[in-house]
């Protein structure tokens, strides 16, 4: 493996692959090492059937594959072959890292970070970030052995955890929402003036968003609400148009997030960790609808924003068109309300946790 000389542009390995919850982060870390150290070499890791082999390249960054090591959460057949599998991918990852010269390896957690932390443990420095209160397997075992362990939110049970915030993107910590808003509509094809609902559940869309939204779009039209509803890619959407009426707009998926959120007054999604992050750092009211599986963390991670005034959380069975008509359909038309759940979510979260976690990498690089 490398070892970090004086005077030699330092290689920072990003483990953070499959979702883009997982992705993001990563992302955003590398743009901030590439601010601070512009001569650093950042290289991600990733396999074949992740959402990176979209995301990374495009982001400027080289991807190397590894073979995926799922972690099951139960005991099954498929838990007792894991030993080989991780085996294997562990012998592929340290070539990549000996290959690549990697200086300090950063993992994000997921199925991609666990060959990562192991191949890398000894070795190469290892920094854990983990966005979740709850830390999933492969954060936890590489948490044991890590050199730092960055964490979103407090309380977060991994050992020696530093309080950072989740890194996100310059182009959301930054974003002008009212001086975009004009570019934003248009881009979207959205009516200029209308208040706008944007509509989401995650990269690959959720059913039940998908039902409830459609389901109530003629009282959206009827309150004179625009839709702007990405419905994922594997997912279709077809909305009865309305005459006269702001258009109703669905889209599979949303590779501006940045104008998504500007053309936007008020949002309904997921509370991913990353999603609940973006969403507070650019003061936009929201309806969090928390994924209803795994160890209910998308609850926990809509509660602050919830507790501040700055959105309100429905759990998944209750959302139903009725409900939007009820909750969603109010909220959104009035103006005054809205202004004033947008201020709430000023000065929420971490806005500079990319560059404060790209610190603490570069000096476990050293």
């Not at 009827?222 to 009426?245: M, W």
Request: aromatic share 4%.
């Amino acid at each position: 493996m490398s070892k970090a000389v004086e005077g030699r542009a330092p290689t920072v390995v990003v483990a953070g692959g499959g979702t883009a919850g997982h992705i993001e982060p990563a992302l955003a870390l590398a743009d901030a090492v590439r601010r601070l150290a512009p001569e650093a070499n950042v290289v991600a890791l990733g396999t074949r059937r992740g959402l990176e082999n979209e995301l990374v390249p495009a982001r400027g960054y080289p991807l190397e594959l590894i073979p995926p090591v799922p972690l099951p959460r139960k005991p099954t057949a498929e838990l007792f072959r894991l030993p080989l599998k991780v085996r294997d991918s562990v012998k592929q990852t340290r070539e990549v890292l000996e290959k690549v010269g990697a200086d300090v390896v950063v993992g994000f957690g997921g199925y991609v970070s666990l060959p990562a932390y192991l191949a890398a443990r000894g070795r190469v420095p290892i920094v854990v970030h983990e966005a979740n209160q709850s830390p999933g397997l492969a954060n936890r075992v590489g948490a044991r052995f890590a050199k730092r362990v960055a964490v979103a939110v407090p309380n977060t049970p991994l050992p020696n955890a530093e309080v950072v915030g989740i890194p996100l993107r310059r182009s959301i910590t930054s974003l002008d929402r009212a001086a975009l808003r004009a570019e934003a509509r248009k881009f979207f094809d959205l009516d200029p003036d209308a208040p706008t609902l944007l509509v989401f559940g995650g990269s690959q869309g959720a059913r039940s968003i998908n039902t409830a939204v459609s389901g109530a779009a003629k009282e959206l039209a009827d309150a004179g609400i625009g839709v702007l509803h990405a419905h994922g890619p594997k997912n279709t959407l077809v909305v009865q148009e309305f005459p006269g009426r702001p258009p109703y707009v669905p889209v599979p998926y949303l590779d501006r997030m940045d104008l998504a959120y500007a053309a936007a007054d008020v949002v309904l999604c997921r509370s991913g960790a990353m999603t609940a992050a973006e969403v507070s750092a650019v003061g936009l009211p929201a309806v969090f609808v928390p994924l209803p599986h795994g160890n209910g963390e998308q609850a926990t991670n809509a509660r602050p924003a919830v507790d501040a005034g700055a959105a309100l959380m429905v759990d998944d069975a209750d959302l139903t068109p009725a409900k939007v008509h009820e909750l969603v359909i109010p909220l959104v038309a009035d103006a005054g309300r809205v202004a004033k759940m947008s201020a709430a979510a000023v000065g929420m979260g971490h806005r500079e946790a990319d560059e404060v976690l790209a610190k603490i990498v570069l000096e476990a690089a050293k």
